[in-house]
């Protein structure tokens, strides 16, 4: 039985971010979404420091990563600065 489900706002574009999992329309990838949302961010708050995306948007990336957590984890974990080079970066700038 074939159970995929099928995204109205989530897709994947080769040469677009790579081709990972993005908002339709855009470049913004599902993982940023997750990132701010264990940041402590509220859908609502997403949205208002990301006004070009919607509610609904931002809800369905949060289902697609539920649905695709290793997926997303993987490329969070691709994408992810090394503490070493924050550390770096926070002495230059102080």
Known sequence: MDTSVAY????SVPGVQ??????????????????NWRL????????????HLTLA?????????????SEIEALIEKHRIPEELLWVNRQKLG
Not at 40 to 51: F, H, Q, T
């Open 8 to 11: 109205r706002y989530i897709d």
């Open 57 to 69: 948007q931002v809800h369905e990336a949060m289902s697609y990563y539920y649905d695709h957590q």
């Open 40 to 51: 402590g961010n509220s859908p609502e708050e997403i949205v208002a420091a990301l006004p």
């Open 18 to 35: 790579g081709g990972e999992p993005c908002i339709r329309g855009t470049r913004t990838p599902v993982r940023s979404i997750v990132q």
